[in-house]
């Protein structure tokens, strides 16, 4: 079963407009990370926000969790035509198991 | 430094055949992870492997199993190939928990 699921599932922007995808959570996690998969491509790491932070930025993306809500969103501002790609977030449920389990994912178009 | 590769890229397989995918961990990292990834969907957690040893395991079949070697690479052997095992699978590496690096993966097609 997948623990995260993002949302919306497609988000259609044009260049220079922010995108904002979120994520929902069902139980108590140890962190929180956010991926980035281009077409036919591994995924890349992009942020890693643990249970007991509340925001953190790095660049163009901005992330934010809410444990009470179980919920997160991935900000990226000013987007970019690179931007394009799938989004998903992995939370890792900590005592023991560090091993992330990943949503569905946000498909995100940027439109130059 | 090269990243994690993994091969073959591609691969087509028929019903009932057997196959080994190949995966070489970034320098520097001692812990491999498999995902299996089937189209639009996120990847699902298959096993990890650390000091040789599967630490872990997800709700995949005793068809799938693996192997990791003394210099950290890693196989994931697949019997028994059924349809819907057609999938991208990905390999990551890591240096113990820290946030996992990916691989391209290998696209197995199952015919």
């Known amino acids: 079963s997948q623990q995260g699921e993002e949302d919306p599932q497609a988000l259609s922007i044009q260049e220079g407009e922010n995108a904002t995808m979120n994520c929902s959570y069902k139980?108590?996690?140890?962190?929180l990370q956010w991926y980035r998969q281009n077409s036919g491509r591994g995924l890349v790491h992009l942020i890693l926000?643990?249970?007991?932070?509340r925001e953190k930025h790095s660049g163009r993306l901005r992330v934010t969790l809410d444990t009470s809500k179980k919920s997160s969103s991935l900000l990226i501002t000013a987007s970019r035509a690179a931007d394009t790609a799938s989004y998903f977030c992995?939370?890792?449920?900590?005592?023991?198991?560090?091993?992330?389990?990943f949503g569905r994912g946000t498909s995100l178009i940027v439109h130059p | 430094d090269a990243g994690v590769t993994q091969s073959p890229t591609h691969l087509i397989k028929t019903r009932g055949q057997q196959v080994t995918l190949r995966c070489s961990p970034k320098?520097?990292?001692?812990?491999v992870s498999w995902y299996q990834q089937a189209l639009g969907q996120g990847p699902q957690f298959i096993f990890q492997?650390?000091?040789?040893?599967?630490?872990q395991r997800g709700n995949f079949p005793d068809r799938f199993s693996g192997h990791q070697f003394p210099n950290y690479s890693s196989e994931l052997n697949v019997n028994a190939l059924l349809l819907g095992d057609s999938a991208l699978y990905l390999c990551a590496s890591s240096l113990q928990d820290q946030p996992q690096h990916f691989g391209d993966g290998t696209r197995l097609s199952i015919l």
């Open positions: 320098s520097g990292h001692d812990t």
């Open positions: 492997y650390y000091e040789e040893e599967e630490r």
């Open positions: 992995a939370t890792s449920l900590g005592g023991g198991s560090y091993i992330p389990t």
């Open positions: 139980t108590s996690i140890n962190n």
């Open positions: 926000i643990r249970s007991n932070e």
